[in-house]
């Protein structure tokens, strides 16, 4: 399993973008990156997943370089509510899985 | 989207008893089903793997007849911790991967917050 880096912690304000960048250097080519988020007294909610370039959805953009050794999640104007734990995952995307969770990245947003 | 639900939210129970966390997929099946603990301030940390119809699979240090795991049914798993003790204390949070989904793509329950006092 390759071995992902993250920011322990973020903050920023209401209204701005957040970029959470994850480094994932020994990453292999049939490996997936994919991003949780977690609330305080709940469970992990998936956000999105990427193998290369960009990837977009409703909640965030994922930004996948050439080579692989990193992605940076992309929240566009974070609100309070976006206060949460954010974890970057990365694995093979057949077959049988458990996911191994890093420390993660706190992001605080403020008023 | 998939939903899976976990009950109790919280329990507080006397050292020493067994308490029993339920795992439901509501609307898709998991023959497999993933149990995770978490303390404070720190990352999930995998238990073991349910897998319907057959034991489970249990991480390096986590004790088996401790934490007890019946996988019965395509929908439901169960995590019985026995004989708890105040250590035992922690989030207790299941997970599973539906079916034809990408494998790293699992629905969470809400978790359960286990004190043993």
Known sequence: LAKTTQPISMDSYEGQEVNIT????????????????????????????????KVTNEVASLFIP?????????????????????????????????????????????? | GAVVSQHPSRVICKSGTSVKIECRSLDFQATTMFWYRQFPKQSLMLMATSNEGSKATYEQGVEKDKFLI????????????????PEDSSFYICSAPPRGAPKNIQYFGAGTRLSVL
């Not at chain 2, 019946?70 to 003790?85: D, E, K």
């Open chain 1, 66 to 111: 050439a080579d692989r050794k990193s992605s940076t999640l992309s929240l566009p104007r974070v609100s309070l509510s976006d206060t949460a734990v954010y974890y970057c995952l990365v694995g093979g995307n057949s077959g049988y899985s458990t996911l191994t969770f890093g420390k993660g990245t706190m992001l605080l947003v403020s008023p």
């Open chain 2, 70 to 85: 019946n996988h019965a049914s395509l929908t439901l798993s169960t995590l019985t911790v026995t004989s708890a003790h």
């Open chain 1, 22 to 53: 994850c480094s994932h250097n020994n990453i292999a080519t049939n490996d997936y990156i994919t991003w949780y988020q977690q609330f305080p007294s709940q469970g992990p909610r998936f956000i999105i997943q990427g193998y290369k370039t």
